[in-house]
């Protein structure tokens, strides 16, 4: 796997942020082209498609994101990121593959190849997708706005994994519910500002924004019942400018993870009270201002197309490497793409982490850790075996 190797490498080095991914694309479309795929770029912004027709048979769909996060690398890795850019919102930050895309893309470039060599021994058409923006939760969704099934042709099946701090070689899955919903709220809390050494004469928006903070945080333990899962996290507080003045404004950057429409309704609502509530307690002159974004749906992994492609990977990898029941309160997009199509997604856990090369009591970093790269061996070879063996569960077989 040494052009694997190299490839890797070379995307852990130079990570882009979510909708600047144009040298990422770059990289992968020529990585495809060689390989016999119908290569489009653009897809959706900085989305890649590649599509490899062998005959009658199924459409079958694999997925890898190719985003990297506003992290700056501290794994002293010799391939480390060093990359800097400029947000959306034209501030500087380091940039990362802090949560392993980068391992997603080279496993289905690996994937690809691997398929593509063995043409004679199946039959369908394989989609291949690069997808941007899975960190914005908005990259499937632009895709597929974009005509990715009117254009490439409709699967039967969408296919995807993520790696994690699993132990490298093992593969963790679930059926139904996989990965919580996530919704953002951009929360602008109204003060009147004023002399720090005069706060009677002033409407504090810091002390209203640290009640808010502290208030949200009943919202998991007292409004949502213990048989339930919830997360709310409040990420980002900004306010002021120097600390002898009290400033006209505070904002909270606050997210939630939940599994239930009903109880995804309820928290979002109470973010909305909470804060309202907080504001007229302090006097506030105006109510503050919600701006909801970034709304990802609950991934569901379907069940009967789970227990087929789980029942492959019991028979390449043995039972022994699997590990059921897995759910976690991170998010995917990539469930957009099942439902828009009207069809089953499969998703599953991929370690990543060689507990081997580790000493005894050395934390295991997690994704979005400034620490967190995965061990290259044994996981992209696995991460390859397993989207060659899910593609295979789903496609047609070629006649003897």
């Not at 029941?325 to 089953?344: I, K, L, M, Q, R």
């Amino acid at each position: 796997m040494p052009d694997l190797h190299a490839l890797y490498r070379d995307l852990h080095q130079h990570p882009e942020l979510s909708l600047q991914e144009f040298r990422t694309a770059g990289v992968l479309a020529e990585a495809l082209r060689p390989l016999g795929y119908d290569v489009t770029t653009e897809v959706g912004g900085t989305g890649v498609v590649g599509v490899l027709r062998n005959g009658d048979g199924p459409v079958v769909m694999l997925r890898a994101d190719i985003d990297a996060l506003p992290v700056e690398e501290t794994t002293g890795l010799p391939y480390a990121s060093t990359a800097r850019a400029t947000t959306a919102d034209g501030e500087d930050v380091p940039v990362a593959h802090a949560c392993g895309h980068d391992m997603h893309a080279t496993c289905l470039v690996g994937a690809a190849d691997r398929l593509a060599r063995t043409r004679d021994e199946w039959s369908g058409t394989l989609l291949v997708v690069f997808q941007p923006a899975e960190e914005l939760g908005s990259g499937a969704r632009a895709m597929v706005e974009d005509g990715l099934f009117d254009r490439f042709g409709t699967p039967e099946i969408v296919l995807a994994q993520h790696v994690s701090p699993l132990p490298a070689g093992m593969i963790a899955h679930g059926a139904g519910p996989l990965m919580a919903a996530s919704d953002s709220v951009r929360v602008t809390l109204f003060g009147r500002g004023g002399h720090g050494s005069a706060p009677e004469t002033a409407v504090d928006p810091v002390l209203m924004a640290a009640h808010v903070v502290v208030r949200l945080q009943g919202i998991v333990a007292r409004e949502v019942a213990p048989s339930e899962r919830a997360v709310v996290t409040v990420g980002r507080l900004l306010a002021g400018t120097k600390e002898n003045v009290i400033p006209e404004t505070a904002e909270l950057g606050v997210n939630i993870r939940t599994f239930d429409e009903h109880v995804r309704g309820i928290v979002r609502a109470a973010v909305e009270r909470i804060a309202r509530a907080e504001a007229a307690a302090s006097g506030a002159p105006r109510e503050p201002e919600f701006d909801w974004y970034d709304g990802t749906p609950v991934l569901v992994s379907d069940p009967d197309a789970t227990t087929r492609t789980m029942t492959a990977f019991a028979g390449h990898f043995g039972t022994h490497n699997l590990i059921p029941g897995a759910v976690v309160n991170a998010s995917e997009d990539v469930g957009v793409f099942g439902t828009a199509a009207g069809v089953p997604t499969v998703f599953w856990f991929l370690g990543g982490t060689d507990f081997g090369r580790r000493e005894p009591g050395q934390p295991v970093a997690m994704n979005h850790s400034p620490e967190y790269a995965p061990d290259i061996e044994p996981t992209l070879t696995t991460g390859v075996d397993a989207l060659v063996v899910a593609a295979r569960t789903w496609l047609g077989r070629s006649p003897a």
